[in-house]
């Protein structure tokens, strides 16, 4: 039988889309934000910087991974193993991504409890999953998977065991896989901009971009989900 951690890890995985909601919600309800006068402008500009770079780790992950292996699914798949491009500089970048763009959200919000917070919930719960997955991989491809991992780090980069990608970049991949992840980072930086207004200064300001930006937002997320279902017969982009 599996160690606890690793069945935990598992389970984590199934669920890794909802896990981290209370835990927003509690950093919503109990830590106010903050306002950095003129060093705000600044503070916003990192927000942005970090969300986007994690955003562009998981576009590299996903768009040169190879067909069969996990992307957005609630199981464990791993047909092939991802071992060029990215994943030879790191063994984990979408948790890396997820990280960066979480901590890119909770800058935005500004107060640097709920980001620590939020961080360390984020290190438990990968570091679990990781373990679920790490025995997957070992299980479904033994020695050739242990042997990545004797070579590439979890979390630390390795420049040196840089290996260009085996597959080339799949654009229709990323636009079908990556849309729930984009719409849902842009909804909750727009959601906590005006419920940062709101709380800081008694009243949204600006009330009519936001709503403007968050109708452009939902009617580009609802014609890609259009779109994919529309892809019915073509070669799916898994």
């Not at 306002?35 to 986007?52: D, E, I, K, M, P």
């Not at 438990?124 to 050739?144: C, M, N």
Request: glycine share 8%; net charge positive; charged share 15%.
């Amino acid at each position: 039988m599996k160690h606890w951690t690793i069945r935990l890890g598992r389970w984590l995985f199934r669920h890794r889309s909802l896990t981290p909601l209370p835990m927003i919600l509690m950093v919503l309800i109990c830590f106010a934000p903050r306002h950095y006068g003129s060093r705000q402008f600044w503070v916003t500009a990192a927000a942005v910087t970090l969300a986007a770079l994690g955003e562009g780790v998981r576009i590299l992950a996903v768009g040169f991974s190879h067909t069969g292996t996990s992307g957005r699914e609630s199981y464990l798949r791993a047909d092939a193993l991802n071992v060029t491009g990215i994943y030879s500089l790191v063994r984990n970048p979408l948790y890396i991504g997820n990280t960066l763009i979480h901590g890119g959200v909770l800058v935005f919000w500004g107060n640097p409890w709920a980001l620590l917070l939020m961080l360390g919930f984020l290190w438990i719960q990968y570091a679990l999953i990781v373990l679920g997955e790490e025995s997957f991989l070992s299980d479904r491809h033994g020695e050739a998977y242990r042997q990545y991992q004797r070579t590439v780090r979890r979390i630390l980069p390795c420049p040196g065991n840089y290996r260009p990608p085996e597959s080339p970049f799949k654009l229709r991949k990323v636009l079908l896989k990556e849309n729930d992840s984009v719409f849902n980072m842009l909804a909750m930086m727009l959601l906590l901009a005006a419920l940062r207004q709101q709380l800081l200064q008694g009243k949204v300001s600006n009330w009519p971009l936001l709503a403007a930006a968050g109708g452009l937002l939902v009617a580009l997320y609802v014609g890609i989900k259009v779109w994919k279902k529309s892809s019915v017969g073509v070669p799916p982009a898994s």
